[in-house]
């Protein structure tokens, strides 16, 4: 017999003694407390993180409408200008056709 077969020999001996003194149980009602402790944990900061998402996803669709608004309002003003400066151009233009169809005296 090697070193191996006693200490599974031993650790059989032993294992049989505790359950023989009732703290297999003991151990598995720690085991128990634990689990459910790590349970809750895990469930409070899953109930937090969904919170932290719906919270950024409800400011996101709050905030898309003013987004929206700014992005067109940016938009309309710089057709506005073009527009202007394009109106500015013909009005130049037509002035010079009409000054160079006036006969001079």
Known sequence: MGA???QAR??????????EEGGGNSLLEACDVLLS????????DMDNRQRHTKSLGERTFRLLPLGVLVSLTILF???LILNDSLNGRNLA?????KLAAIRPF
Do not use: H, N
Not at 37 to 44: K, L, Q
Not at 93 to 97: K, N
């Open 77 to 79: 003003v710089g057709l």
């Open 93 to 97: 233009a037509t002035t010079a056709q």
């Open 4 to 6: 191996a077969d006693a």
């Open 37 to 44: 402790d790590i349970g809750a944990r895990e469930f409070a």
């Open 10 to 19: 031993i650790g059989q001996t032993a294992a049989r003694k505790r359950l």
